[in-house]
C-alpha cells in the first residue's frame, strides 16, 4: 500500500499549495494546482485499487465514479472565477451537480452490503440546521440558491449518516479494525466542514468580517482529505 498512501499525502500537500494560491487570488495558478490535486486522488484510487485482495466489487466501482465526478467539479468550480459573470454561474452550477452526483454515489457505495441503523437518521437534518442557522442569522446570504445549497445540505448529512453506519457495521464486521472504521466516518465530516467553509467563503454578508486565507484552508484541506482517504478505502470497501 506504500504507493497509494504517497499519492494520498501528495494530494493533501498539493491542497495546501492550491489554499495559498487562491488566497492571494492567483486563480488561474490555482486552478493548475487543484487539477494536479485531483488527478492525484483518482490515482490514488487506482493504486489502491490494485491492492484489493478481493476483486472489485460494486461499492468500490461506485466511490471510483464519485472520485472521477469530483475531479470534473473541480475543474468547473476553479473555473468559475475566471470566466464572465454568466458563465460563473453556469460552472458553479455544473461544478455543483457533479459534487452532489458524486456524493449519491459515495452514499450509494456506503449503503452496499451492510444493515442500515436507523437511529442513525437523526443526524440527517445536521447539516441542513446548520446552513439554516447561518442564513437566519444574516452570517451569509446566497440569494436565490439558498434552496439548492439547504438540498446539498441534505446530501451532506445523508453522507455523514452512511458513513458513520458503515463504520459502526465494520467495527463488529470482518475486518473488525477500529481505525478503519473510523476513519471511514472521516470524510463525511470533512465534507461538511469543507462545503461550509466555501458557503461562508462565497456568500457571507458584511455582518461579519471576512477572513479569506482561513476560509480557503478550510475549504481546500478538508475537502481534498476527504476525497484522499474515500481513495484510500478502495483497497478496503
Not at 501528495?10 to 485531483?38: E, M, N, P, Q
Not at 488527478?39 to 472520485?67: D, E
Not at 452550477?93 to 452514499?107: Q, S
Not at 472504521?181 to 461579519?208: C, N, Q
Amino acid at each position: 500500500m506504500t504507493i497509494p498512501y504517497l499519492l494520498a499525502i501528495a494530494c493533501v500537500l498539493t491542497s495546501l499549495v492550491v489554499a495559498i494560491l487562491r488566497s492571494f487570488d492567483h486563480y488561474r495558478w490555482g486552478l493548475a494546482a487543484k487539477c494536479v490535486a485531483s488527478t492525484l486522488f483518482c490515482l490514488t484510487a487506482v493504486a489502491a485499487m490494485g491492492q484489493r485482495s478481493l476483486p472489485a466489487n460494486g461499492a468500490a466501482m461506485r466511490i471510483l465514479i464519485g472520485l472521477a465526478l469530483g475531479l470534473v467539479g473541480d475543474v468547473f468550480l476553479g473555473l468559475a472565477p475566471l470566466v464572465s459573470k454568466k458563465m460563473n454561474l453556469v460552472c458553479s452550477g455544473l461544478g455543483g451537480a457533479a459534487f452532489f452526483t458524486g456524493h449519491i454515489f459515495y452514499i450509494r457505495a456506503l449503503l452496499m452490503g451492510v444493515p442500515m441503523r436507523w437511529p442513525l437518521l437523526v443526524l440527517l437534518p445536521v447539516v441542513p440546521l446548520l446552513f439554516l442557522v447561518l442564513y437566519k442569522t444574516r452570517i451569509f446570504n446566497p440569494g436565490k440558491r439558498i434552496i439548492p445549497i439547504f438540498g446539498y445540505g441534505v446530501v451532506l448529512g445523508a453522507m455523514m449518516v452512511a458513513a458513520l453506519n458503515y463504520a459502526l457495521n465494520m467495527v463488529g464486521g470482518p475486518l473488525g479494525n477500529l481505525p478503519i472504521a473510523l476513519l471511514m466516518w472521516v470524510p463525511g465530516v470533512l465534507f461538511a466542514i469543507s462545503d461550509t467553509s466555501l458557503f461562508l467563503r462565497t456568500f457571507a454578508t458584511e455582518k461579519i468580517e471576512r477572513f479569506p486565507v482561513p476560509l480557503d484552508f478550510a475549504v481546500m484541506l478538508p475537502y481534498f482529505s476527504a476525497q484522499a482517504i474515500f481513495a484510500l478505502l478502495v483497497a478496503y470497501i
